[in-house]
Nanobody, 126 residues
Framework: QVQLVESGGGLVQAGGSLRLSCAASGRTFSTVAMGWFRQAPGKAREFVAGISWSGSSTYYADSVKGRFTISRDNAKNTVHLQMNSLKPEDTAVYYC???????????????????WGQGTQVTVSS
């Protein structure tokens, strides 16, 4: 079992930055692949970024590539999402997710993940 708790959301002006964190409990964190997803009102949950169990492989949605960076610290059981140059269209509830998976391939579909946090709101004003 893996429990996930997100933090770091908030209100920011367009062009600003936020850093989301996801704290995981459980002794098997180093064997889980992690992902960040987001869901805006009236829209489907969408993949934002993912990172492999070792941190050696990452993948980003085209909409955030070059602006967001995902990282993980297996010693601290945390994963982060650094979000720069934020746009109003980045406004959404952001969720971290985990799945027990070794290998470098990043999973990009929400149904491929087994564990989810409660979400943190990110609002970008124009």
């Amino acid at each position: 079992q893996v429990q996930l708790v997100e933090s770091g959301g908030g209100l920011v002006q367009a062009g600003g930055s936020l850093r989301l964190s996801c704290a995981a409990s459980g002794r098997t964190f180093s064997t889980v692949a992690m992902g960040w997803f987001r869901q805006a009102p009236g829209k489907a949950r969408e993949f934002v970024a993912g990172i492999s169990w070792s941190g050696s492989s990452t993948y980003y949605a085209d909409s955030v590539k070059g602006r967001f960076t995902i990282s993980r610290d297996n010693a601290k059981n945390t994963v982060h999402l650094q979000m720069n140059s934020l746009k109003p269209e980045d406004t959404a509830v952001y969720y971290c997710a985990a799945v027990h998976r070794l290998g470098a391939t990043i999973l990009r579909n929400w149904y491929e993940y087994d564990y989810w946090g409660q979400g943190t709101q990110v609002t970008v004003s124009s």
